[in-house]
């Protein structure tokens, strides 16, 4: 059993900073590409940031250079620090993660509940 657990969520005025973790556990070989995603109420979820095991990163154009993913392979963690934020970056934030388990050849898509950021004054 594999498990996604987010955290850093909260309530933020616009402008502000959060940084949210997302660490998987349980019966891990391998943890290769980590996804940020979001959804927020009545929009479908989009893409937010990605970072491949080697730390190569890519992220959706609304991002504009103010979040940056970053991960600890030791601890199958992921991060997103998100800056400057906008009442638009009002979201459920999730994560996403391909795990290899021992004894298997492919890496399963695992995703996290999510955490909630709310960007209000």
């Known amino acids: 059993q594999v498990q996604l657990v987010e955290s850093g969520g909260g309530l933020v005025q616009p402008g502000g900073s959060l940084r949210l973790s997302c660490s998987a556990s349980g019966n891990i070989l391998n943890v290769g590409a980590m996804n940020w995603y979001r959804q927020a109420r009545g929009k479908q979820r989009e893409l937010v940031a990605t970072i491949t095991r080697a730390r190569n990163t890519n992220y959706a154009e609304f991002v504009g250079g103010r979040f940056t993913i970053s991960r600890d392979n030791s601890k199958n963690t992921v991060y997103l620090q998100m800056n400057s934020l906008k009442p638009e970056d009002t979201a459920n934030y999730s994560c996403?993660?391909?795990?290899?388990?021992?004894?298997?050849?492919?890496?399963?898509?695992?995703w996290g509940q999510g955490t909630l950021v709310t960007v209000s004054s």
């Open positions: 996403k993660a391909a795990v290899l388990r021992p004894g298997t050849n492919r890496f399963l898509e695992v």
